[in-house]
């Protein structure tokens, strides 16, 4: 048997709560250097025209320095999430900063017409380091944040890695314009941009060191505080994973999560191939911000929205059917020559595909406590990125290229139709939430008794008073104190 988190958590007591300000500080830092994983992602494939031209490449080549995240997230979550689950937060989030520094740095050698070789070499290792970054938002979440903020911070840690693709889709178009036939004006523009990179990850993997723990002192809620503070003798990776397999819920959500989030990949990667096709190449890299900015605000409101109402399903299903009617909206009004038009449908699509990412990443949580976060979101990302990512990139990118872009989109919007029909069957069962209400209700049943008796014992004429004062401090036990 293992001990509880809380020492008070033994017994009929109401474990002891608390929160920390440094939760925020762990959050921002954890944001920050997502964001710049992020933004290595996406800048080559948002000026792919550039980079072919300058290592005289295929455009499919530079779609891979994009595609190669997905590519490396299989074989690596597994290792990543028992290295999660056995060492904790900390050496996860170091391996993340670490290795997107050293990606980074690896970059700024490959600056030469015959360097190709050298940035897919860094852009694998930053890929690495994605693997270790994009599976923490429900644990940083989890770990140090109160029930009523957990889906407001888990939406928050996944903003910084929108953020870092809107940043991504904004900066290289202007620092690297395209200089047509100076490759040595390119080269010195593509080293600013990496040399940049890289002086900024360095800066935030100091700060990880500095910042991030494990987790608090004492627990931020009851049901992180009845889970044991490290996995357990008999606790096994193997198990947890069938466990979640064998969860109809879960591996529905594993589909439906997988079609809208391998969507969203495959959007952003052809962006810049889809706009060029209508409009000059300045505006990808705007219409690209907007549809992530747009995703940002859809993330928080989702979170701050379930923190109130604890709507999973509902939520869910809603947001599922408004992104397949912005998609559809998208894909036929493209080429209508309205760049205006496509700026909006854009902001709406943008809107609803990226705020149902956290919306997944909770729903997940939810359904398979007390299984570890680490599990399950790497689970969601694992099918995200390959069965659908990595299909959906280059099944869509050959529809653009054979054909036009609305067929290409058309294809996406069947999915996504399909996608809703499968949301439909997920059962909801929240049952981290149930855990959290449970030893509320108990330690209020529990104030209750102890208020009734006091009462028997005294004098009429003070019952009442007593009775009040004993309700009141005896129900703030429990509370989630700041620091």
């Not at 100091?206 to 503070?229: E, Y």
């Not at 064998?246 to 706009?275: E, H, W």
């Amino acid at each position: 048997t293992h001990e509880p988190r809380s020492p008070s958590a033994r017994g009929g007591e109401a474990p002891e709560t608390r929160l920390y300000r440094r939760r925020f500080a762990v959050l921002a830092v954890f944001g920050l250097y997502s964001l710049v994983n992020a933004f290595q992602w996406i800048q080559y494939s948002i000026i792919a025209n550039v980079f072919t031209r300058y290592y005289g490449v295929s455009n499919i080549m530079v779609d891979w320095l994009s595609m190669v995240y997905m590519v490396a997230y299989v074989p690596l979550i597994f290792p990543a999430t028992w290295l999660l689950d056995r060492k904790g937060l900390r050496l996860t989030a170091l391996l993340g900063a670490g290795f997107n520094c050293a990606g980074a740095w690896l970059k700024c050698a490959s600056v030469s017409p015959s360097g190709f070789g050298v940035t897919v070499a860094a852009q694998v290792v930053c890929s690495v380091a994605q693997v270790f970054i994009l599976g923490l938002p429900s644990r940083v979440a989890s770990v140090w944040f109160g029930p009523r903020e957990v889906s407001t911070a888990c939406a928050a840690a996944v903003l910084g890695n929108q953020l870092g693709t809107a940043i991504g889709f904004l900066l290289p178009p202007v620092l690297v314009p395209n200089t047509l036939d100076d490759i040595e004006l390119t080269g010195r523009n593509i080293s600013i941009m990496f040399y940049g990179t890289a002086a900024v990850s360095t800066a935030l993997f100091v700060l990880t060191v500095i910042v991030i723990k494990d987790r608090p002192l004492l627990p931020p809620s009851h049901a992180q505080a009845v889970l044991p503070s490290s996995p357990t003798e008999e606790y096994s990776y193997k198990q947890s994973i069938v466990n979640l397999m064998k969860n109809k819920a879960f591996v529905l959500l594993l589909v439906t999560y997988g079609i809208m989030t391998g969507s969203y990949y495959s959007v952003s990667t052809l962006l810049n191939q889809m706009i060029m096709a209508c409009y000059e190449e300045l505006n990808a890299g705007r219409i690209g911000l907007t549809l992530v900015v747009a995703g940002m605000v859809g993330s928080i409101l989702c979170g701050v929205w379930l923190d109130q109402t604890k709507m999973y399903k509902m939520t869910t299903l809603i947001v599922y059917g408004l992104s397949f009617l912005g998609m559809l909206v998208f894909t036929f009004t493209l080429d209508l020559d309205n760049i205006i038009l496509v700026f909006f449908t854009a902001g709406a699509l943008g809107f609803f595909m990226t705020g149902y990412l956290p919306l997944g990443f909770e729903f997940g949580v939810e359904i398979t406590y007390p299984e570890s976060e680490g599990t399950s979101s790497g689970l969601l990302n694992a099918f995200a990125q390959v069965l659908f990512g990595i299909v959906f990139t280059l099944i869509q990118g050959k529809l653009t290229t054979n054909y036009n872009p609305r067929i290409g989109n058309i294809f996406l919007c069947a999915w996504i139709f399909l996608g809703i029909l499968l949301t439909a069957l997920i059962k909801s069962e929240l049952k981290r939430h149930n855990v959290n209400m449970e030893v509320d209700s108990k330690h209020m049943k529990a104030v209750s008794t102890h208020t009734h008796t006091h009462t028997h014992t005294l004098a009429h004429t003070h019952a009442n008073t007593h009775t009040h004062t004993n309700t009141h401090t005896d129900s703030h036990i429990d509370c989630n104190t700041v620091i």
